[in-house]
């Protein structure tokens, strides 16, 4: 369970994997945290709704993770834990430079090389970042 970052041609490609979809949304929150901010703690003070309408699971993925982008780049929100799941709901805090290092910007997730199939284990899903 989890994520694990994947050689790339050009900025940074990303399996998740987990034995459900609250599973692969924990995965996609930690990947987004650990690429923007590295390791640094994260508390879980503010929340935040997420509004992912989509026709099925692969673009509702998409959308998801796309919205934790949004998040970080207009309000510096850190995502650290799915909060709940309808609504969906992420808690995390905002980027304080006292307490947290920001390790790459993250400027997009993209629909190159998006995946994501069920299997005997569960929920992979595959996606590709621009830096």
């Keep these: 369970m989890g994520y694990r970052l994947l050689p ?3 900025d940074l490609r990303a399996v998740l994997e ?3 979809r609250a599973g692969l949304y924990q995965a996609a929150v930690d990947l987004v945290r650990e690429v923007v901010a590295g390791d640094s703690p994260v508390g879980g003070a503010e929340e935040r709704a997420i509004e ?3 026709a099925d699971e692969q673009e ?3 959308r998801f993770v796309r919205e934790l982008v949004y998040l970080y780049d ?3 929100f850190l995502p650290r834990e799915i909060a709940g799941a309808d609504p969906l709901r992420v ?3 905002r980027f304080d430079p006292e307490r947290h290092h920001s390790e790459r910007q993250l ?3 993209t629909r190159h090389g998006l995946r994501l199939e069920r299997d005997g284990g569960g929920l992979r ?3 590709v970042f621009d830096l």
């Design 91 to 93: 808690r995390g805090e």
């Design 60 to 62: 509702r993925l998409f």
């Design 52 to 54: 992912v309408d989509a």
């Design 18 to 20: 987990a034995p459900d």
């Design 74 to 76: 207009t309000e510096g």
């Design 125 to 127: 899903a595959e996606m």
């Design 107 to 109: 400027k997009a997730v």
């Design 8 to 10: 790339h041609t050009a």
